[in-house]
């Protein structure tokens, strides 16, 4: 029985470090297409093709029910694999809806009227591509009337994270939190809309200042797959995992992934 998580890279990894603390019985595969990423700069095409490649890996490896640990696939490929492409047998789901509950204060699956919310202006960071979508404001505008989202394009920090550069990483985080700034100067929220950017989380809090509300997926995201799980248990499907693929140098990805989750993790090629 295994559910797969899947991520271009090394984020997907702070997802999976929240879901198997929240769901130890269930074994999980972890597919990071790091030889691929950064997806933030690629185009929708482009991004669907290599999702659903990984997406069909993990079917292969007897995961019924994949998690887009992704928000750049989750905004550029989701809709467009659930509306032609995902099997009947089969789930795919992702990151966004999660976060968006919570920013709005809802229930998973309340579908009444968009309302206002307390939080007026928000600050959304992530890959230039989850930007140049729009899906986040979309997804928020089902929910919620009267948010002013500032979204930031964080270019080149999954770069510098997937290269280990973490000095780097953090300039960047810092001026693209000085150039949101320049647009909102005073956010009461910001959203890590990139599951790379949690392993960045104090650099944004600090950067931001500890009045301003930090959101990340990972613990959102395990919530609502418990919830999903109690609902669907058959949706655990017969792989046995656990086990970690990746398109990547399985050496160099697995010594990464050593480091930001801190405990011993090996990665095989898929
Ligand atoms: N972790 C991916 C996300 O949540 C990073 C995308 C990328 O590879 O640029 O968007």
Redesign the pocket.
Known sequence: MAVGIF???L??LTVLDAVQKRLPDVPFVYYGDNAH?????RDADDVYDLTTKAVERLWDAGCDLVIL?????SAAALRRMQESWVPRDKRVLG?FVPLIEALTERQWGDNSPPREVAVKHVALF??P??VSSRAFQRELAFRAIGVDVEAQACGGV?DAIEEGDMILAEALVRSHVDALRRKMPKPEAAILG???YPLMQDVFQDALGEDVQVYSQANLVAESLADYLTRHPNMIGDGTGPGFLTTGDPKRVSSRATQFLRREISFTAA
């Open positions: 991520d271009s890279g984020g997907g990423a950064p997806y933030g700069v640990a992704c928000n750049t696939a990151v992530a890959t591509a989850t999954v990139c599951t790379h």
